[in-house]
């Protein structure tokens, strides 16, 4: 079965400074890979999602994350953190109409 | 268009009572999806519907069950309430054979359970 790993629980930044947030999935076939972050007291909204090709792939929001099949890793990056992406972003994997979510990372931005 | 809207966004209830939550999904979606979110346990699969068919079930005991309508609205009910149930339950709609499951979320329900 499909599984999600996210390494970190909470992550503080500065505003203005660069942010990874690593996903580690596994999966026994090429995966559909999501980010989607939360903010306090709302449902889950998507940022980004792999399916196939080129394993850069581009978000809304300035994020962007990078599938690495053979560290079967997904993870996500900006290259400038700003106050407002201070939030829960969550990892899933998904197939078959079946989506399993990694448990998130919370993010601080220090001013 | 609408995005999914759950109802209500707030609810208390007390312990073994039974509570119903709604949703009704992004038009043209056909699958619906709900979860659960609590701190302890973050996001957990509860049920899948697709045309009124429960395609795939989570991990849950037999309180939690659900239905979808031939409009594709769903809804999922949950009897004999314990404090455990209290959670962020979200619903989620997806496009017809996407195949790759891109959920687009509600803003969830909140269920205190006192």
């Known amino acids: 079965a499909q599984s999600v790993t996210q390494p970190d629980i909470h992550i503080t930044v500065s505003e203005g400074a660069s942010l990874e947030l690593r996903c580690n999935y596994s999966y026994g076939a090429t995966p559909y890979l999501f980010w989607y972050v939360q903010s306090p007291g709302q449902g889950l909204q998507l940022l980004l999602k792999y399916f196939s090709g080129d394993t850069l792939v581009q978000g809304i929001k300035g994020f962007e994350a990078e599938f690495k099949r053979s560290q079967s890793s997904f993870n996500l990056r900006k290259p400038s953190v700003h106050w407002s992406d201070a939030a829960e972003y969550f990892c899933?994997?998904?197939?078959?109409?079946?989506?399993?979510f990694g448990a998130g990372t919370r993010l601080t931005v220090k001013p | 268009k609408a995005g999914v809207t759950q109802t209500p966004r707030y609810l208390i209830k007390t312990r073994g009572q039974q509570v119903t939550l709604s949703c009704s999904p992004i038009?043209?979606?056909?699958?619906v999806s709900w979860y659960q979110q609590t701190p302890g346990q973050g996001l957990q699969f509860l049920f899948e519907?697709?045309?009124?068919?429960?395609?795939n079930k989570g991990n849950f005991p037999g309180r939690f069950s659900g239905r979808q309508f031939s409009n594709s609205r769903s809804e999922m009910n949950v009897s004999t309430l314990e404090l455990g149930d209290s959670a962020l339950y979200l619903c989620?709609?997806?496009?017809?054979?996407?195949?790759?499951?891109?959920?687009?979320f509600g803003a969830g329900s909140r269920l205190t359970v006192l």
């Open positions: 519907y697709f045309s009124e068919t429960q395609r």
């Open positions: 899933a994997v998904g197939a078959d109409n079946d989506m399993r």
């Open positions: 989620a709609s997806s496009a017809p054979f996407s195949g790759a499951n891109v959920l687009t």
């Open positions: 038009s043209g979606h056909r699958s």
